[in-house]
């Protein structure tokens, strides 16, 4: 990674000949970065990655073959150190959500400044995780989208048996404590288990605290 005199290693993969020599010249303009090499297909980036180790990728969402994701999954399966920054047409908030998730230290859209493209590549080869401001906005809202997404609505005897789980109660002292015959009380547990995806108890009450449905 980027020390304070030693330049950023950068490896620039997009198909389209012209905007990768353009972004080439900007990084190299720069003075602080060294493109190490810059090829037009996914396939021949990871033979390039895995060769020379450079800092940062800066890879080209969309590209035929191998595309920017497979690159970012291929790097985190083979535990490469070279950290990805994504390039697309594409702004839509699940799109980047999906990069991000995938494991890319940074998403820019393809018409960013390139005084932005280097910027995201010298903050992310210091181990930051890049998002300009107008694709963060979007992040978030996509983020609370899946959270809500992710939280099942229970009904408030679901939430009494969750919490009653969760307490290390059995159906039959669940049964009890809420005045419930044991049949109803299964019920509602083969109810949630359904809802969150379970098959018993201790499941219910791992994946409840996953999803922040129980603390």
Do not use: C, W
């Amino acid at each position: 990674m980027e020390s304070s005199d030693a330049p950023v290693r950068v490896v620039v993969v997009d198909d389209h000949p012209f905007y990768r020599d353009g972004v080439t010249r900007g990084l190299t303009n720069s003075g602080r970065i060294v493109v190490v090499a810059e090829v037009g297909d996914g396939r021949d980036a990871l033979e390039v990655i895995r060769r020379e180790q450079p800092d940062v990728a800066l890879v080209d969402y969309e590209m035929p073959d191998i595309d920017g994701l497979g690159v970012v999954r291929a790097i985190i399966r083979d535990k490469l150190p070279t950290r990805v920054v994504l390039l697309s047409a594409h702004t839509d908030s699940a799109v980047v959500f999906r990069a991000l998730e995938e494991g890319a230290a940074g998403y820019l859209a393809k018409d960013a400044r390139r005084s932005e493209i280097v910027a995201a590549v010298l903050d992310v080869a210091r181990g930051r995780t890049v998002l300009p401001p107008e694709l963060a906005a979007g992040l978030a809202g996509e983020i609370r989208l899946r959270a809500q997404e992710q939280r099942p609505a229970l009904s408030e005897r679901e939430r009494q048996v969750l919490a009653a789980f969760a307490r290390g109660l059995s159906v039959p002292q669940v049964a009890a404590e809420l005045y419930l015959g044991v049949s109803t009380v299964k019920t509602h547990t083969q109810r949630l288990y359904e809802k969150l995806g379970v098959s018993d108890r201790a499941a219910a009450v791992a994946e409840a605290m996953r999803r922040g449905l129980v603390e």
